[in-house]
Nanobody, 118 residues
Framework: VQLQESGPGLVKPSKTLSLTCIVSGGSITSKYYYWSWIRQPPGKGLEWMGAMDYEGSYYDSPSLKSRTSISRDTSKNQFSLQLMSVTPEDTAVYYC???????????WGQGTQVTVSS
């Protein structure tokens, strides 16, 4: 499975960040995987943000306080992240990931840098 993120590199504070992950070599309706978003702020560790399962059910991280949502387009085999009310603390490299278990991260996109700044 290959994943590729796309989206804006710069977002203004208070706006909504939207990223899309195009999946190839596997289907987002596959029962084997969750489709996740993970980010890494500069100088910090990886943070799991949320995931969607093969039926389209969404699981988010409590630490992000419901600012996130994940949607999908099965016709294009892609899924998207929306992060609302961004602040400079949301500046990070964002990765889309295929996840087979709680700590089983199978394939990663190359990552996309997002900077939140006015």
């Amino acid at each position: 499975v290959q994943l590729q993120e796309s989206g804006p590199g710069l977002v203004k504070p208070s706006k909504t960040l939207s990223l899309t992950c195009i999946v190839s070599g596997g289907s987002i309706t596959s029962k084997y995987y969750y489709w996740s978003w993970i980010r890494q702020p500069p100088g910090k560790g990886l943070e799991w943000m949320g995931a969607m399962d093969y039926e389209g059910s969404y699981y988010d991280s409590p630490s992000l306080k419901s600012r996130t949502s994940i949607s999908r387009d099965t016709s294009k085999n892609q899924f998207s992240l929306q992060l609302m009310s961004v602040t400079p603390e949301d500046t990070a490299v964002y990765y889309c990931v295929s996840q087979a278990g709680s700590t089983d991260f199978r394939s990663w996109g190359q990552g996309t840098q997002v900077t939140v700044s006015s």
